[in-house]
């Protein structure tokens, strides 16, 4: 079972790229000092810890497309891997809207998931917490359809808050776009112009409020959700507002595709985007990473060239791929990694006495536990489930659990994965 901290490059040594990052270190810590002596301009860091806000769905396409959840734990590991001056916490809720009390204190709200009728801010609630950030400055970066509203719908104010709003599904173009910088902005420190296949949408109602970031030629491919072909067009695909109330905002319409992620310029771009919304200075080069290249590819296309399975796959009694944990040993029988099956994995889980096997979540995967022996309890999301030999429980993907052994004997647990390549994420939701 592969973990999301895989994808972190480690250092064991110091060599010029952890030089290049501790000169940036510095070149952070030099302007943050003469900000604060008001010889710099840019917003001054307010006291404690600047909280990033990072907000997703459950996917609503094919695997790598809107990939929402998955793609708001690329951008978490982006961020926490990114060379920022320190004193940031990034807190993730890849599948769910955050509760008030994780939305309170946020220095920027990122929200990458589905708009139009599926959009979370046509909830009166939800929009009222959010109104109450953006009037207290508070950053907000939104990403592909967070930032269209049903085609008739006025209640979300979007267009103030951003700059710009797309109403309903109107022109959309998925194409190979070249994007050029617009503008003299922070945002675009060390992005420069860069190729991109992705899904966009060129017609957006902008408010005087917004400064067009990146923009490109483009042929629109639908209006209002039916096929057509118009005149090829020059279009604005990401802007920012610097709003009234002192915020700031920026909006980028692309990431249909999950593997856009791991486009080195925009990693830069959506990394100085986040942190310059938070109230951070974005350095002359931009924001690097420490994430591995290919981190989002991995997710969308984990099987991208194997060869098919054609042929049905036999273990011999005894076989399988062991993993030890403290808490006992993970069997696996079936999966992607084994050639045995793109769609799906199986497991034996063997668990110690009085042993718990940590709270974690699969953010690309439903999970079947069916108990073959031993006493057990189960806790999905704060709810416990006795469990004994012949219960069978089903958890969705990315529904928080974790699972105690409550017997004096070892515990058997069958694992069942709706994916062959399951993640399993450790950190906090």
Known sequence: MRHWRALIVGAGHVGE?????????????????????????GPALAAGPKRILLIGNPNSHVPGEHDFGDGILVLKHMLVGADQPGGVEIDAYPYAWPDEA??????TVVMYLDGDFRHPLLDAGRRAQLEGLVKRGVGLVMLHQASTVPKADRSIPLRDWLGGVRYGLANRTTQTVRLEPEA???VLNGVGTFDIFDEFYPAIDFAPSAVSLL???????FVDGKATVLPEQRATVAWA?????GGRSVTFTGVHYLASLDSPALRKFLMNSIFWTAGLNVPPGGFETTLAADAASRIAYPASGLPPITEAVTLPAGGGVSETHPWGELLWLTSGAQRSSKSM???LMT??????????????????LHVLSGQLRQVVDGRDVALKAGDT??????????????GAEPARVLVGFASGWPLTDRESK
Not at 21 to 27: C, G, M, R
Not at 102 to 107: P, T, Y
Not at 215 to 221: E, K, S, W
Not at 351 to 368: I, M, Q
């Open 351 to 368: 668990l110690k006495p009085g042993a718990d096997n940590g709270r974690h979540y699969h953010p690309n995967s439903d999970v079947v």
């Open 345 to 347: 994995a199986m497991a």
């Open 102 to 107: 994780a939305l309170r204190g946020a220095a």
């Open 215 to 221: 923009a490109g030629r483009m042929t629109p491919q």
């Open 184 to 186: 003299q902005h922070p």
């Open 393 to 406: 429980i089903s958890i969705p993907q990315g529904a928080a659990h974790h699972m105690i052994n409550t």
């Open 17 to 41: 790229g952890d030089i290049v990052s501790l000169v940036k270190t510095i070149q952070h810590v030099v302007a943050i000092c003469l900000i604060g002596l008001g010889l710099a301009a």
């Open 241 to 245: 507002a610097n709003r009234t109330d």
